[in-house]
């Protein structure tokens, strides 16, 4: 049990404040972690030092590779070993000695279970309370109940900050104070991503068939991800006779199938599943087109970042992909779980490579001027200074 009569360590007066961001995380983590990883470099700068405490399976090695990321970005990284339900108690433990040693001043969520962590832990450490709703995406036999809990959480935060605008309004009919709700878009790192090898180079590193349109698309292998119909997608471009090869980066439990699913459509030598890869934007390099299928996201990352390195993009019309593709000047939206029209985006920009110039160039555009990870962060920094 967590022992509320242990003596609290006050944050002394002249020291700045200190943000610990909180996250379950599995395998080699997702977008909220290229969020997370990253906010330490920029709010260091705006007075407010970061730290980020993971919840991981104690055996879970992907947890290496996000030391690793975090590394890179110069974060610093908590290991928060977690073995489900059952170790709750000790978990709870962990995070509130954390709070208290760091002098904790705000406890910045981004899930279910951080949420619920933060309101317990706040009874027997003074911090305030910020949480990111990233989406509720990923659908199994448990997760309606984590959901259930995490908006039942939000109305007891300080603040609430959304990603895409329907999140915004699901969190206004989850109970949300108006005045405690902002909605601040998924952002890039603009200097960091951007392109700086030829697209044939990068072809040849990654082995790519330097003859083909290289269609690529990046995520973990999962159902909502829609990798199915990019590859039946796929399938439908090659029997018309275009010259296209579809890579697809990441890993997750969906591969056995998706492998399955290159050999009933008979697309060896047309389509691939690359896996993980650590540097991302050597892939984004070697792509012609990125294709985003999924059926369920947030504001997906990876799109911000293939449009910053000037990759054109064909994406399915999902939460918040409206709000940063207008189409035909940045981008191809089409709707979801419609194979032919999404095979047809495709087609498209295969067919004209002025096409896929004049949309690359704007979606470089469209993300210099709205969506830099330095405005997006002292956007945050605003909201942790009206809460302290």
Not at 28 to 50: E, H, M, Q, V, W
Not at 112 to 133: C, D, E
Not at 183 to 205: P, S, W
Not at 330 to 359: H, I, K, P, W
Request: charged fraction near 25%; proline fraction near 5%.
């Amino acid at each position: 049990m967590i022992d509320p009569e242990a003596k609290q360590v006050e944050t002394s007066p002249d020291s700045r404040p200190v943000v610990l961001h909180t996250r379950v995380v599995t395998g080699t983590g997702g977008g909220p972690d290229k969020t997370i990883l990253n906010s330490g470099r920029f709010l260091d700068p705006l007075g407010y030092a970061c730290i980020c405490a993971y919840m991981h399976p104690h055996d879970d090695t992907g947890f290496e590779t996000i030391c690793e990321k975090a590394s890179q970005s110069e974060a610093r990284i908590l290991s928060v070993p977690d073995r489900g339900m059952w170790n709750l108690p000790r978990v709870a433990r962990t995070l509130l000695k954390i709070c208290r040693s760091e002098q904790v001043t705000i406890w910045h969520a981004h899930d279910y279970k951080s949420n619920a962590l933060g309101i317990l832990l706040k009874r027997f450490h003074r911090m305030k309370l910020v949480t990111t709703v990233h989406g509720w995406v990923t659908h199994t036999r448990r997760t309606p109940l984590y959901y259930w809990v995490d908006r039942r959480c939000l109305p007891y935060y300080d603040h609430v900050i959304c990603v895409s605008g329907d999140l915004h309004e699901a969190c206004l009919r989850a109970g949300v104070n108006k005045q405690r709700l902002s909605l601040i878009h998924n952002a890039i790192d603009i200097e960091d991503f951007q392109k700086r090898e030829t697209t044939d180079v990068a072809k040849a590193a990654m082995q790519l068939p330097p003859d083909r349109i290289v269609i690529g698309a990046m995520g973990r292998l999962s159902e909502e991800k829609g990798f199915d119909q990019l590859l039946r997608a796929t399938k439908r471009l090659v029997d018309a006779g275009h010259p296209i090869h579809t890579v697809i980066i990441g890993e997750g439990p969906q591969r056995p199938k998706l492998e399955q699913l290159i050999m009933e459509l008979n697309l060896q030598g047309h389509a691939q599943l690359a896996g993980f890869r650590a540097n991302v934007k050597s892939c984004f390099e070697a792509m012609d087109v990125f294709a985003l299928s999924s059926s369920r996201e947030g504001l997906p990352n990876v799109v911000l970042e293939a449009m910053s390195m000037s990759v054109p993009v064909v994406a399915t019309r999902v939460a918040g992909i409206p709000e940063l593709i207008t189409h035909g000047r940045n981008g191809l939206v089409v709707d979801t779980d419609n194979d032919a029209q999404f095979a047809d985006g495709l087609r498209q920009l295969v067919a004209d490579a002025e096409l896929r110039q004049a949309l690359a160039a704007q979606a470089r555009q469209v993300i210099v001027d709205r969506f830099s990870f330095t405005s997006r962060m002292a956007q945050v920094a605003t909201i942790y200074q009206s809460i302290t």
